[in-house]
């Protein structure tokens, strides 16, 4: 028979792990009225769509106008802008009583739930649109030939991006020396930045998809507070809005089961 209760000990707050798609995102930090939760934010790129708008000269140098072919002609097609990235509002919880010392723990428990939640709940919503960018995925034996798929694709457009991708494919891709480290992050044989998400897991699972670099506009974290007098409880909510978006898709690259 138990005679005292047991000791509590209140576990330290820990950080987000420093990975996934906060990590590798430059962020803007709001501190005014959002003017992108309605609307979204569209961006205008410059750096991706151009395949379009080039040509290699191979007429003659001395050719005529009227020996010219419709292929000899300098011209070509301007990219479309890619539609507005929507903003998703993430919210967190918690309630007790409506003592003092139980609010203070409401309002912490309710902060950090959104801290270490915020991302993968972020990473889903990304997930979908990276989705449908992107079109249909070219199928891969293996992951090996995925990241070499999406390799090949970025080096067309002479960039440097990010292959987005289930944490579950890390180990994997260790395994076959896939992962190097530049300058303390992990990239490709090529030097694309791996992002290993949380909210990938299920929400890519075995697609891998290949981006430029991301964009992100996020508002401050509030917690706000309210009494359920019916319940005797104290309720606090954590929130915070964000976008995230990038200047295109470049491909995707599903492995087979």
Known sequence: MTVLQAVQFEAPLVNPAPLGL???TSWTEEDGPLRWLDGGVQIRPHNYGGEDAVGRWQASWCAGVADLTETDL???VRPDIPDPFEAVTIWAYD???????????????AAQNLRLQEQVMVEQAVATRLLLDAGVPAPAADLVEAVSNLEAAMSLTC????IHASASWAAQAQRYNLIR???GVMVTPLG???VFGGGYVEA?????????????????ATVRETIEARYNEF???AERSVVVGYEAAVGAAQIAG
């Open 159 to 162: 960039t440097q991006g990010y």
């Open 192 to 194: 694309h930045r791996w």
């Open 22 to 24: 906060y990590a590798v």
């Open 204 to 220: 890519l699972g075995d697609t891998l998809v290949a981006t430029s670099p991301t964009f992100g506009w996020r508002s401050a």
């Open 74 to 76: 300098k011209t070509g």
């Open 95 to 109: 309630q007790c009583d409506l003592t003092a010392p139980s609010r203070d723990e409401v309002r912490t428990r």
């Open 181 to 183: 480290s530049s300058g």
């Open 235 to 237: 309720i606090a909510i």
